[in-house]
Each structure stands twice: as C-alpha cells, then as structure tokens.
C-alpha cells in the first residue's frame, strides 16, 4: 500500500530505507546523521505511485547520499529542502510498467555535491520552478553530466556542470520557469541525441542527454542560445509559436538544437556557430506573457561561434520585425547576405513589415545589403546616408556599418531615392563600396545624389549602369538628379538616364551621359 503522510524519522547513525508498493507523501523531515537516505516507491500497471515531499519538510544526510525513486512521479514541493554533504539521485518511472508518462518536478531547494536524475522509457518529463533565489547550490560535477566547448570557452559561471539529467526512449521534455530576473544560455551539442547545456548565470549549471523541446519562462533577463557545439546546424528560425497573443515564441534549427519554446525574457541571442547558417527571422509574438516576465524588447543574430573565430559566410532573412522590438545583426568574419523583405529570400515582397529598428553590423569580410521593396504598390521615397537607411516605408529605418555592398529595390509605385555623400571619416563613415539602386514598373523612379555643402570637402558620385565599374549603380530608374553645392565637385553621369546636375560654388568637374543631360556649373 501507500505511505502517507510520513512521520518524521531521524537516525544518529546509519542508512534510512523507506519503500512503498504505493505513493508515499512525504510531510515531515527525514534526517541522518552519517548514512544514506533511500524512498522509494513500487511500480504497477496503472498510476499512483509518486513520490512527494510537501509542507516544508526536509530531506537531510550530513555525510550520505540520498535515493528518491518512483515508478511514477517525483514531486518536491515549494519551501521543502533536500540537503547532504554527498550526492543526490533522482529517479522517476522506474521499472515502466505503464505506458503513462511521468515527471520530476523541482520547486524545493536542493543543496548537494551534484544532483543526477534518470526517466523511464515513457514521455517523461523535467519541470523546474524558480521559487527562491540560489534555489540550487552543487560543489562538485554530476556523474553522468558532460560540457561542451561552446560552454567551456562562453566563460559562464558556474563552470561545475552540477545537475544533469537523462532522458529515456520516449519524447522527453523540460520546462523551467524563472521569477527572477536571470542571464540564461543553452549550449546545443551532440554528446549524446537531444543533449545540450543550460547555465543560468551565476546560479547553476545543467547538462541533459535525450531530452527535447524546451520551453524556458523568463522574468525579464536574457536568453542566448549557442549552436557553436552543434557544427550540423545549418539554420536557425524565430517565429511565434503555434498560440497567438499568448507571448510566448520559438526557435527551430538543425543539427541538434532542440525546438525551444521562450517567452518573458527581455533579451534573446541566437548564435550560429561554426560554418554557414541561414537565420530566418519569420514572426513574432509582442504580447506580454501571464507571470512576471515582460515582452521581448532586443533581438541579437551572431553569425559567429561563442571564440569569435568562425570566419564562413551567412545569410540572415529579416521578413518582419515589429515596432517594439530591435533586432541587431552581427555578421562575423565570413562574408554576409542579409535579406529585407517580407518574403526573404525570395525578395518580391515590401518592407513595410519592418517597423522596428534594425541594425546591421557587417563585421568583417565582404558583407551585402539587401532591401527589397519589388511588391509595394505605393509612391515611396526614401534617404540613404553611409550609415542609415530611413523613409520607404520603414518605420523606424535601418542603421548599418561596414557593409560593402548595399542593394536597394523600389516597388511598384512612383519612388526616390536621395543618396546623402558623407563628410570625411572620421567624422562619417564612407559609403558602400557599391550602391545598387533597381528601378520598379513606374517610368517615373529617380535617384538623387547631395553633396555636403562643406567647401573643404570634394564631393564625388560616379553613377553607372548594374555591372559597370562605376561605385553607384542604376538601372530601370528614369531619373537622376546630383547637386554639389560648395566645394569642388566631381559628378560623372555614366548612364543613358536624363541627368539634372549642379555643380554648386567651387571648381566642378560635371559630366552627362545622356542626349538631354541639363548641367550648371
């Protein structure tokens, strides 16, 4: 039959050994002074044979190690304490007599050299509620735990890899709920199918094997999720998750990143790894989710591998970014593709889903900017500076910085675009190498170059046709318009587009390239 409640049991000396063919709920402390602590629980056909410790009671071994095994559910409720200056093991559906998933639920605090945990072979899963803070304390490393390189060189504390926990053949599964604000990261590796390491900053370690999804609930705080330890990743997708308006997202990748569920936590950075990855940026969920946390505020894409030494290119497809939400591009050492457009990569479709601000860091090597706005029907006009990218639609616009080739793609309706000449770096950064401009359906486009109306400043804008080796570059725009203002300028028009092109004060040098070219000194 079943214990319950427990009386309360203490042991100068010895091992204490309590088993159950039932549940056993455990309501008052159970103590030893130098033995081994074992509860256990048997196993049937049907359910019922949890083990439980509630009402603030306490599991304590001052030298021995403690056993909690159940054929079903292991349950340590809110305000109980496991304790013991040895190691702590946890089972749940143990022998697996029935087909009924189990889980173990860790809401008490816990305070050992390491804990171990183990599932049967049903959907089990591991659930984690953060009731108070330094919930878990571990001084040693786990027995069947492992790291992994991403973890090892991300420099996260602690490095003691102190709980770990072993899924069995079924689907298993973690949540962890925060209510505090915490600095969390998940390592995806390939220890063992469905592993990883999660680390919440400063508080503890934990390595699994065998287990996936994830769904991790946050209380503001930060999120990374590193695929540096998972080489086969070759993408990455951020969407909503399949509940609307609950707050809550998901992120989808290959390779041995688990499918993980977030919401709550202000901050999110998804890192690529070694080799080149495809970042997806596909959909987002702004709603505030039910508990503490807050709606995701900043969004971070890092191309490169936790050392910063992964030098292959990646492609980065932003289709939609909302307007309380930042989302920050770092390309890497590799040479870069980033994709705007609502449909990226396929770019026919507009910008005007990007209403948040975007920012775009190329890094190193050769990196493209890509805006593609080919299915706008409306009249836009936008201003491109060598830093920013506003108008067209863009709410908030793109800021970006070394990026070596800039595309830019008009839609459907009548659209301009004035093209900003910096003043000398350091006061401004220098434009592109290249700036292509495409032209829509309308015969009305038109590129408008201005200089910096400084006189110690010679302004110079090349424009050619795409492929040509002029630095800017038109085609399908029916109209180009260059003004100098002061200083000496240099405008070369190297189209057959009908050019407009005032030289301002200074000594100018000014050339048209079509039959109706209107040029004044």
């Not at 190193?364 to 500076?385: E, F, I, M, R, W």
């Amino acid at each position: 039959g079943k214990i319950t409640p427990t009386v309360g049991v203490s042991a100068t000396s010895g091992d204490i050994d309590i088993q159950s063919t039932g549940a056993m709920f455990i309501l008052e402390d159970i103590v030893t002074t130098t033995g081994d602590i074992r509860l256990s629980t048997g196993e049937s056909a049907g359910p019922g044979e949890q083990l439980v410790l509630a009402n603030k009671a306490k599991i304590l071994s001052n030298s021995g190690d403690i056993f909690l095994s159940a054929g079903d559910d292991v349950d340590l409720h809110m305000q109980t304490r496991v304790a013991t200056a040895g190691q702590l093991f946890i089972a749940s559906d143990v022998g697996d007599l029935d087909a009924q998933g189990t889980f173990i639920k860790l809401d008490g605090e816990i305070a050992t050299q390491f804990v171990d945990m183990v599932a049967g072979d049903d959907d089990d899963k591991l659930i984690i509620n953060e009731t108070v803070a330094n919930q878990f304390i571990f001084s040693a490393i786990a027995l069947n735990s492992h790291t992994n390189a991403a973890f090892q060189a991300s420099g996260r504390s602690p490095c003691n890899v102190g709980m770990h926990f072993e899924g069995g053949l079924g689907n298993d599964s973690m949540e962890i709920y925060f209510t505090l604000p915490q600095d969390v990261a998940y390592f995806s590796d390939t220890n063992e199918p469905n592993s990883g390491v999660i680390n919440v900053l400063n508080n503890y370690t934990m390595s699994f094997d065998g287990l996936a999804p994830l769904h991790l609930s946050g209380a503001t705080g930060s999120l990374l999720i590193d695929a540096t330890s998972t080489p086969g990743t070759t993408f990455l997708n951020l969407d909503d998750n399949a509940i609307s308006d609950d707050g809550f997202m998901v992120v989808t990748a290959d390779g041995g990143v688990e499918q993980t569920t977030f919401g709550g936590f202000t901050n999110l950075t998804l890192r690529g790894g070694d080799g080149t990855e495809t970042f997806n940026v596909l959909g987002f969920d702004t709603t505030k989710p039910l508990g503490l946390g807050g709606p995701l505020a900043h969004v971070y894409l890092d191309g490169s591998n936790t050392q910063g030494t992964d030098t292959a290119g990646d492609v980065f497809n932003v289709r939609v970014l909302p307007g309380n939400i930042g989302l920050h591009i770092f390309g890497g050492l590799g040479n870069d593709l980033i994709n705007v457009s609502s449909d990226a990569p396929t770019n026919l479709g507009s910008i005007d889903p990007i209403e948040g601000p975007l920012y775009v860091d190329g890094q190193d090597g050769s990196d493209t900017l890509v805006v593609n706005d080919k299915g706008d029907p409306t009249d836009d006009v936008a201003t491109l500076t060598s830093s920013t990218l506003t108008g067209m639609g863009l709410a908030s616009g793109i800021s970006y910085a070394n990026i070596d080739q800039l595309d830019v793609f008009f839609g459907l309706g009548r659209d301009e675009l004035f093209l900003m000449l910096p003043l000398p770096s350091p006061v401004q950064p220098p434009l592109p190498s290249l700036i292509r401009i495409q032209g829509g359906p309308h015969d009305q486009d038109r590129l408008t170059v201005i200089g910096t109306n400084n006189p110690d400043v010679a302004d110079e804008a090349i424009v050619g046709t795409f492929g040509s080796s002029s630095p800017i570059q038109i085609q399908e725009v029916e109209q180009l318009q260059m003004f100098g203002y002061a200083g000496p300028d240099r405008f070369i028009n190297n189209t057959a587009v009908p050019s407009f092109i005032v030289g301002g004060d200074g000594p100018d040098t000014l050339q048209g390239g079509s039959s109706i070219d209107s040029i004044f000194g």
